[in-house]
């Protein structure tokens, strides 16, 4: 009596545990893998064509005429900061040190937009070059407008469209021959001269 008492009190433990088996158990995610660093050369590279990006666009603030001192001042500040995160986002390359000066420069240079830039830019171009920067050490300037109507001053427009020449006008039209006469409407020709003849017809002085 006391074994089947204590089978009984166990029998639940058993049922509960069996119950939980057919439950799935959701796999563990799968960890990504990590970004590739770029090379030196690499970051560089990317980093001057945004430095090209930059100086155009400040160029071409610094160059419009009409523009409000403060605003402009302001959109060269917001590049320059922009400027800062996208080469911080490069990461640090596999075969060297990141641009860190050149960050550090980059926001510098940000947070004085809007007074004397010229100090910053300087030490932002000294910090560029130094790492192998060639963009990010040229100054801002604007983009040169390429394309439209080309004068060669030979009278040819490149640019737009070529006129055809003009026809050749026709040839004028020989009048008709009169058979009559033996040619075109012209005093027929006189026999040649043979130096003799009846009549004394030559026009010469007949012998005494």
């Keep these: 009596m006391a074994v089947l008492i204590a089978l009984l009190a166990f029998a639940p433990v058993g049922f509960a545990a069996c119950g939980g088996g057919d439950e799935a158990v959701a796999p563990a995610p799968a960890d990504e893998p990590a970004p590739t660093a770029l090379t030196q ?78 100090t910053a830019l300087e030490q932002f171009q000294t910090a560029a070059a130094a790492y192998g920067f060639t963009d990010c050490a040229e100054d801002p300037s604007a983009p040169v407008a390429t394309g439209g109507d080309t004068d060669t001053g030979a009278g040819t427009d490149t640019g737009g469209t070529v006129e ?30 043979t130096g003799g003849g009846s009549g004394g017809s030559s026009g010469g002085i007949s012998p005494g």
């Design 41 to 118: 050369a690499e970051i560089v590279s990317a980093g001057d064509s945004i430095c090209a990006e930059v100086n155009a666009a400040v160029g071409t603030i610094q160059s419009a005429e009409t523009s409000d001192p403060t605003v402009a001042a302001a959109q060269v500040a917001d590049l320059y900061s922009g400027l800062a995160d996208r080469l911080d986002s490069l990461g640090v390359p596999s075969d060297g040190d990141a641009p860190t000066e050149v960050i550090s420069a980059a926001r510098t240079l940000a947070d004085q937009a809007t007074t004397d830039t010229t």
């Design 164 to 193: 055809p020449a003009p026809a050749p006008e026709p040839a004028p039209v020989p009048e008709p021959v009169d058979p009559s006469t033996g040619g075109g409407g012209g005093a027929a020709p006189a026999p040649p001269d």
